[in-house]
């Protein structure tokens, strides 16, 4: 049993570490995006356009952006650096300069794309919100089983005629 119980802490241990790790891999970053005013720019743009939505768009681009340009840059660097038909070019700073452009625009890409995953959850979470019925029509369906003479309330929901309850 004692074995068992230290096997246990160990994991425990372990899995702790892992997670303050994580932690502090997210307080850098977000430390990094505020620095850079990633955050606030996005926050002020939602605030200016009046829709939330903007915010996130621009939040995603930018995350997107700053991500790539490095990326693109160290692996065109690294590309040089393995492949002869690159090696004709004359110098490291204009393969990273490449690079940094060709990621710029995967990361603009990839910043496009979550924004479009994020739409189409939020529309798609919408849908099935408009099926779920309002709190008068769960009411009306619980004095109708309890207590069959009473009126029923007014429906609050948008469509009520989609409401399963009130069928």
Do not use: H
Request: proline share 5%; with cysteine; net charge positive.
């Amino acid at each position: 049993m004692f074995i068992f119980g230290l096997v246990f802490l160990v994991v425990a241990l372990i899995l702790i570490g892992v997670g303050l790790a994580i932690g502090l891999v997210g307080c850098v970053c977000t430390a990094i995006l505020l620095s850079l005013g990633v955050v606030s720019s996005s926050f002020l743009l939602g605030l200016l356009s009046g829709r939330a939505a903007v915010g996130f768009r621009m939040f995603f681009l930018q995350c997107g952006i700053l991500v790539g340009v490095p990326a693109g840059a160290v692996c065109a660097w690294l590309g040089k650096q393995f492949s002869e038909t690159l090696s004709a070019f004359p110098s490291d700073w204009l393969i990273m300069l490449y690079g940094a452009i060709g990621g710029a625009f995967a990361g603009a890409c990839i910043g496009f794309s979550l924004d479009f995953m994020a739409r189409w959850l939020v529309a798609w979470a919408g849908a099935r919100a408009s099926r779920v019925p309002s709190f008068a029509s769960a009411r009306n369906f619980v004095q109708g089983i309890c207590f069959p003479e009473a009126k029923p309330q007014e429906p609050t929901a948008s469509s009520p005629g989609e409401c399963p309850l009130e069928k």
